[in-house]
């Protein structure tokens, strides 16, 4: 199958469909199903990098004795195997946001994941267990 093409409609090109309200310029989806098949980011990122993960924050959180998520309050040691805790910003660095301990919370993967997901559709998808298991599960 060849890339950016929808896997029940391979012979469809998709379309570009704007969405202003949301973090990125656009979505590639079926022309038939509507099937998100990737995000356009917007033109003024393109060929940026993502910034990598701000692990080596993690320090900040121990003068606070903070080993859990801050989500769903587990403890680091009764995380999940293959769960790990991940620095948040809670204003994104791309939008002004700063590495000082106020603008930073301590997120299991999962809640972290989930958090960048309702960013990203600014309130939950009708199907976001299903999205989140999805995210999980490629995590």
């Known amino acids: 199958m060849e ?3 929808c ?15 949301m973090i990125h310029h656009g979505k590639l989806a079926c022309a038939v199903c509507g099937r998100l098949i990737t995000w356009v980011k917007k033109p003024e990122n393109v060929g940026k990098k993502r910034r990598p993960p701000q692990d080596h924050l993690g320090w900040l959180f121990e003068d606070e004795h903070i080993d859990y998520c801050q989500l769903c309050m587990r403890a680091r040691r009764s995380l999940p195997t293959g769960t790990v805790l991940d620095v948040h910003h809670i204003v994104e660095v791309q939008n002004g946001g700063t590495d000082d301990r106020a603008n930073l919370l301590l997120l299991c993967n999962v809640c972290h994941r989930i958090v960048h997901l309702l960013r990203l559709y600014r309130s939950a998808p009708a199907d976001l267990e299903e999205v989140v298991a999805a995210e999980v599960n490629h995590a």
Do not use: G, L, N, S
């Open 7 to 21: 896997p029940q409609h391979p012979e469809m090109a998709p379309v570009f469909v704007p969405t202003p309200t």
């Open 3 to 5: 890339p950016h093409r």
